[in-house]
């Protein structure tokens, strides 16, 4: 079975700073993808970005990339210029690239960006 | 990216009684639709998946005939909770995926209150 984890249950920067965001995963999988999902106050989940085991080129969205090191299991989110809508429920998840498909996610991580 | 909508957003309900919510895919044909639970400052649970036209595949300890859901089309599947009590309160979220995407569509969210 596959698991998340996400060891920074809160976080909290200035605006405008750069903040990371951590997240390892464990998987017996070779393909799968991973994503950052965004959940503001709204509840509405957002996909961020989202990275497919198989490229190694680290993906970018604006703003926001990640470091992934498939070696390590590691799967960490940069949020550059941070905005005070940055502020949300950020949560890391993992998907096989077959069968159901279903997410595994983390146990989500807290930012807060200040004015 | 594709949308899909889920009804009602808020539903409040006497202890007891059923209750159903609604998951749409507006613009794209949903093969699986996923059923998540959410409580309070945590993460999501997945409770099942559904493929359209078959049973619902249930996770461990979710029970199967408290949480019904019919995948009966390629736009719709519903979950109704049955004979609901106050420890089924929570926020309820679907997510929809096309046989073509790699990841899955978020409804906007339930929040179910049993009285």
């Known amino acids: 079975a596959q698991t998340v984890t996400q060891s920074q249950p809160e976080m909290s920067v200035q605006e405008a700073e750069t903040v990371t965001l951590s997240c390892t995963y464990d998987t017996s999988e070779n393909n799968y993808y991973l994503f950052w999902y965004k959940q503001p106050p709204s509840r509405q989940m957002i996909l961020v970005i989202r990275q497919e085991a198989y490229k190694q080129q680290n993906a970018t969205e604006n703003r926001f990339s990640v470091n992934f090191q498939k070696a390590a299991k590691s799967f960490s989110l940069k949020i550059s210029d941070s905005q005070l809508g940055d502020t949300a429920m950020y949560f890391c998840?993992?998907?096989?690239?077959?069968?159901?498909?279903?997410?595994?996610f983390g146990q989500g991580t807290r930012l807060t960006i200040n004015p | 990216g594709a949308v899909v909508s889920q009804h009602p957003s808020r539903v409040i309900c006497k202890s007891g009684t059923s209750v159903k919510i609604e998951c749409r895919s507006l613009?794209?044909?949903?093969?699986?639709m996923f059923w998540y639970r959410q409580f309070p400052k945590q993460s999501l649970m997945l409770m099942a998946t559904s493929n359209e036209g078959s049973k619902a595949t249930y996770e461990q300890g979710v029970e199967k005939d408290k949480f019904l859901i019919n995948h009966a089309s390629l736009t719709l599947s519903t979950l109704t909770v049955t004979s609901a009590h106050p420890e089924d309160s929570s926020f309820y979220i679907c997510?929809?995926?096309?046989?073509?995407?790699?990841?899955?569509?978020f409804g906007q969210g339930t929040r179910l209150t049993v009285v």
């Open positions: 613009d794209f044909q949903a093969t699986t």
């Open positions: 998840a993992f998907s096989a690239s077959t069968g159901a498909q279903k997410l595994v």
């Open positions: 997510s929809a995926k096309g046989p073509m995407n790699t990841e899955a569509f």
